[in-house]
């Protein structure tokens, strides 16, 4: 029922490179608004993990990147770590009515 | 370092109005660089922006919430509030107070968020 569709989870061993899909529509991404990536970890506030399109805030490992193109968004997380198991969502613009901002369903991340 | 943290009851009655406030510390809600937003979290249909507001008390809202929910702002005590108004089962969710910046041509991003606070409309 999100605006943004996410894959509800994926996973990948410790080393290796998983990416999470964020598919929007000509309202939002495919109009050219900026896609955010946040990191939730269970009983703490989200993270803002990747801000407009694919900039790292301070602090955030490059192990962290994200892409745009078209009416989608990924989040590519590189060398998976443990501590980088964690709920993960994509957010954006949305035109359509009024305007407002709108968020994928959250993709789980688990590191086997 | 900003920091939010949301309260409030964690039960509301059907048909009635859910209360909730978010404290700031760290920064002031008389910024002009921010708006201070409340976003929710429910178990079937995920993240929803409710809708937030500028020191200036100007708000905007989620247009599938409008004429239930208001958002103001104490500029006094550093805080801003949410009210949702004849709630529903479907209302019960985790509750968010987050601060946008950034919010040009709409490319908010919510930065920082409090750590949620669970409401559940039961009788």
């Known amino acids: 029922q999100s605006v943004l569709t996410q894959p509800p989870s994926v996973s990948g061993a410790p080393g290796q490179r998983v990416t999470i899909s964020c598919t929007g529509s000509s309202s939002n991404i495919g109009a050219d608004y900026q896609v955010h990536w946040y990191q939730h970890l269970p009983g703490t506030a989200p993270k803002l993990l990747i801000q407009g399109d694919n900039t790292r805030p301070s602090g955030v490992p490059d192990r962290f990147s994200a892409s745009k193109s078209g009416t989608s968004a990924s989040l590519a997380i590189a060398g998976l770590r443990p501590e980088d198991e964690a709920d993960y969502f994509c957010q954006s613009f949305d035109s359509s009515l009024s305007g407002f901002w709108v968020f994928g369903g959250g993709t789980k991340l688990t590191v086997l | 370092q900003v920091q939010l943290q949301e309260s409030g009851p964690g039960r509301v009655r059907p048909s009635q109005t859910l209360s909730l406030t978010c404290t700031v510390s760290g920064d002031s809600v008389s910024s002009g660089a921010y708006y201070w937003s409340w976003i929710s979290q429910h178990p079937v249909r995920g993240l929803e922006w409710i809708g937030h507001?500028?020191?200036?008390?100007?708000?905007y809202y989620n247009p599938s919430l409008r004429g239930r929910v208001s958002i103001s702002v104490d500029t006094s005590k550093n805080q801003f509030y949410l009210k949702l108004t004849s709630v529903t089962a479907a209302d019960t969710a985790v509750y968010y107070c987050a601060r946008a910046r950034g919010c040009s041509g709409g490319s908010c991003k919510f930065d920082p968020w409090g750590q949620g606070t669970r409401v559940t409309v039961s009788s």
């Open positions: 507001i500028f020191h200036s008390g100007s708000a």
